[in-house]
């Protein structure tokens, strides 16, 4: 039986003419049509314009440099999140500053942001960013989050990489903060097989990013530069593919849906297993299927059920570990109490691939039963 990965690429039926098309005509760099259309339908997706980079984490990097970020600067970041959301901070030599995690969303905790920033103001500290993920395709919740981030002068990226797809009340993320970031990469909802995006309601951070993005080449025929820059353009061929996959992404949003919804509704009679919480101020996409194992009620812990799973080859793994636990951020200050290591100690997430068939979903949720039998028996 083949191997069940943890959420692998799903193409369409437009993408490789897309790619097809690049390689006819020749556009096999960083500009050409595939560019341009691509960009075009994210900016209709978010309601904002964009501009289409190598990867969300260089999204990240030129959103907060945009914002002003740079050396001693507070970046605020929730801690339970993927590494990628902090380590731009680290780019521009900034220090991040960790925060804690709501039970109802998973996400960056409004109560928690506002003891940080009034301890921070306290000292007379304002910091430079915040960071808002919305984690695993739910969206943190921005009604309780954007005013108090007004209210103390705090800009906000969204890291919405996880997130295509998500609605907050009926909008997509990614647009709604001051920048915004997306990624393409293999094991998102879409993919142009590594590839991000950076995003703004405000045009001329999107200007300043593409500058950047493109070695900061000043304009005329002559290579001079007066600022620092990256090479951090998207090319038109993966673009091809970016095309294709926007055209899918409400179908796969859906598919990821019914996955995460299959899988609940298998375990509804297991007392300890249980998806994680859907809030009611958006759509959540179920990126990734993510259940929180309760091993006193479900007589089996969560690395058992790993392991269980990995024996019939089937890929699963435990939630992002928090950042404030990582030896990279091991002198970082956070703000907050316990949920992002309860969310870490508890949190599985289980195959979640698009494509997965209904016999795909009975081989997970059949290893996983039989493992809770066999946990409970002995
Ligand atoms: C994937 C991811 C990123 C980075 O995106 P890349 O395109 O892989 O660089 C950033 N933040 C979060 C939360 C992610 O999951």
Redesign the pocket.
């Known amino acids: 039986m083949a191997r069940i990965y943890l959420s692998a690429p799903h193409m369409g039926d437009l993408e490789a003419t897309y790619v097809k098309e690049a390689f006819d005509t020749n556009w096999l760099s960083s500009v050409g049509p595939n560019l341009d259309a691509f960009e075009a339908a994210l900016e209709e997706l978010v309601g904002a314009p964009t501009c289409a980079l190598t990867?969300?984490?260089?999204a990240?990097h030129l959103g907060l440099r945009a914002m002003g970020v740079g050396p001693g600067d507070i970046v605020l970041c929730p801690s339970l999140?993927?590494v990628?959301?902090v380590n731009p901070a680290l780019y521009l030599g900034a220090r991040p500053v960790f925060l804690d995690s709501e039970r109802r969303s998973w996400n960056l905790d409004p109560n928690v942001l506002e003891d940080a920033l009034r301890a921070l103001a306290e000292r007379g500290q304002r910091p430079a960013a915040l960071v808002v993920?919305h984690?695993y395709g739910q969206s943190a919740d921005l009604d309780a989050i954007l005013p108090l981030a007004e209210r103390f002068g705090v800009p906000v990226l969204e890291?919405a990489?996880?997130a295509l797809g998500t609605l907050h009340r009926g909008r997509q993320v990614g647009a709604l903060a001051d920048v915004g970031?997306l990624?393409?990469?293999g094991n998102?909802i879409i993919t142009t097989t590594?590839?991000?995006a950076i995003t703004s309601r405000d045009r001329s951070v999107i200007d300043r990013a593409r500058f950047w993005s493109t070695q900061a080449r000043d304009p005329g025929v002559a290579y001079e530069h007066s600022e620092l820059g990256y090479n951090y353009r998207m090319s038109n061929v993966l673009a091809g593919i970016g095309r294709g996959q926007l055209s899918v992404l409400s179908e796969r949003v859906k598919q990821r849906r019914r996955i995460a919804f299959a899988y609940r509704d298998a375990f509804a009679d297991l007392d300890g297993l249980e998806l994680m919480p859907q809030a009611d101020w958006g759509l959540h996409t179920n990126w990734l299927s993510v259940f929180s194992v309760d091993e006193a009620r479900l007589g089996v812990s969560r690395d058992a059920l790993i392991a269980a799973l990995a024996r019939e080859d089937i890929e699963a793994r435990p939630a992002w570990k928090p950042m404030h636990l990582q030896p990279l951020f091991a002198d970082a200050e956070r703000f907050g109490g316990s949920v992002a290591e309860e969310v870490f100690a508890n949190g599985i997430c289980l195959p979640s691939s698009s494509f997965l068939t209904d016999a795909d979903l009975d081989r997970v949720t059949g290893t996983v039963r039989a493992a809770v039998e066999g946990g409970a028996r002995a």
């Open positions: 990867s969300g984490t260089a990240m999140t993927f990628a959301s993920v984690l890291d990489a996880e970031a990624s393409f990469n998102k590594g590839g991000g």
